[in-house]
Structure formats: structure tokens, C-alpha cells
């Protein structure tokens, strides 16, 4: 099966805390098809699979603010 990568934490850590995996992570993770940063996954990475991020209600209310800036690749 697909890898499955949960999403633990709503703020971009983008590596600096163990233990949380932020959206921007678990992107990273998917597009490398490696652990990232905190994520960790079930199932497999791989060219034959599509990958799984799995967003939980964080809070009440809670929302994922995505920003792109020119320029960077991340």
C-alpha cells in the first residue's frame, strides 16, 4: 500500500522540532519519498504508489495557512 503520512502539528517547523510533522514536511517526505523533518509513515514509498497526507482536525476551528514565496523551493 501508498505511503500514508499524518500531519501532527499545524505551525512549519520544516525540521526544527522532533516529533512534529507540519504540512510543509510531510510534503517534503512525500516528494522524496523519505521521512522528513518529524513525519514518519505506513505503508511504502514508491514510484507505483501515490503517496497519502493525512490532515487531522488539530484544534477546533483549525486551519492550515499555506503561503509560496518567489523563488523558494521548499
Do not use: M, W
Not at 2 to 27: K, Q
Amino acid at each position: 500500500s501508498a505511503a500514508t503520512i499524518t500531519v501532527n502539528t499545524a505551525t512549519d517547523d520544516f525540521g526544527a522540532v522532533p516529533g512534529n510533522c507540519s504540512l510543509r514536511e510531510a510534503i517534503q517526505s512525500a516528494n522524496n519519498g523519505s521521512d522528513f523533518g518529524g513525519c514518519t509513515h505506513t505503508g511504502f514509498y514508491g514510484p507505483a504508489f501515490i503517496d497519502v497526507i493525512e490532515l487531522p482536525a488539530l484544534a477546533p476551528g483549525g486551519a492550515f495557512t499555506l503561503t509560496r514565496f518567489t523563488g523558494h523551493d521548499d
